[in-house]
Structures are given as structure tokens and as C-alpha cells.
């Protein structure tokens, strides 16, 4: 196939996109990773996407007390 290259596809551009995640993405990973090194999730990527996302939201919320699902589905919001 082709190669689309974007504008923004520039060898300095992508090291500052990758010095970025190191600075602002890793040190959030490691936090989850520490927290919560127990919490391991494993399912099948068969399931249908809601069946799946409603799935691993049951488990999240079984392993991390105050997580909730919202009833219209919005991303789980700590509870008092």
C-alpha cells in the first residue's frame, strides 16, 4: 500500500510525543500498576463490545471499592 504521511510525521515532533507519554502518561501507568498490581482483568475479546465493557466494569468495580458504572453508561466516577 501507499504511505500516508501526516505533516506532523517529523522525527522531532514524534521524540517530543514520546518524551511527553515518559513524562505525563508513564508516571500514571506506574501509579495503576502499584495500586492496583492485584487487579488483573482476562477476558475474551470474542464477547460482543457492550457485553465485554459491561463485563470488566462488574469486575473493576468488585476489586476497587467506590467505582461505579453510571446508569447511561458514562466512564466510573469515585463515590463518597
Do not use: M
Not at 507519554?21 to 475479546?45: D, G, I, Q, W, Y
Amino acid at each position: 500500500g501507499t504511505l500516508i504521511r501526516r505533516s506532523d510525521d517529523q522525527e522531532e515532533i514524534v521524540r517530543q510525543r514520546f518524551e511527553s507519554f515518559e513524562r505525563e502518561t508513564r508516571p500514571v501507568v506506574e501509579f495503576f500498576r502499584r495500586e492496583f498490581a492485584s487487579c488483573t482483568f482476562e477476558h475474551s475479546a470474542v464477547l460482543p463490545q457492550e457485553q465485554l465493557a459491561d463485563q470488566v466494569w462488574h469486575d473493576l468495580a468488585a476489586a476497587v471499592p467506590g467505582v461505579a458504572r453510571q446508569p447511561e453508561g458514562r466512564p466510573a466516577q469515585r463515590l463518597p
